[in-house]
């Protein structure tokens, strides 16, 4: 299997923000989520529970928002 690129899941105070997803985009998370379970050898967590670190990898891996962050505070 492929290396994924989320590790596991970290429990955090959440701030509780609704949204609505696409069904095919919860059938993509349920899927990854069931992948990065047995990638890690643990019981798969909510999909719901992937969407804040690939938002954080997805920013922490923007070449282009780094470089606007690194402008906006020079």
């Known amino acids: 299997m ?3 690129k989320l590790s596991a ?3 955090d105070k959440p701030i509780k923000v ?3 997803l696409p ?6 998370l349920s ?3 069931q992948a990065l379970a047995q ?3 643990q019981p ?3 999909p719901v529970r992937l969407i804040v670190p690939m938002l954080e990898r997805f920013i922490s891996t923007d070449r282009g928002f780094a470089k606007f ?6």
Do not use: F, M, N, P
């Not at 069904?23 to 993509?28: E, M, T």
């Not at 962050?69 to 020079?74: D, H, K, P, V």
């Open 2 to 4: 492929a290396s994924l």
């Open 9 to 11: 899941i970290t429990d």
């Open 18 to 20: 609704t949204v609505e």
């Open 23 to 28: 069904a095919q985009l919860h059938r993509d």
């Open 31 to 33: 899927t990854y989520a």
């Open 39 to 41: 990638e890690a050898g």
């Open 44 to 46: 798969a967590v909510d």
């Open 69 to 74: 962050r690194r402008q906006a505070a020079g």
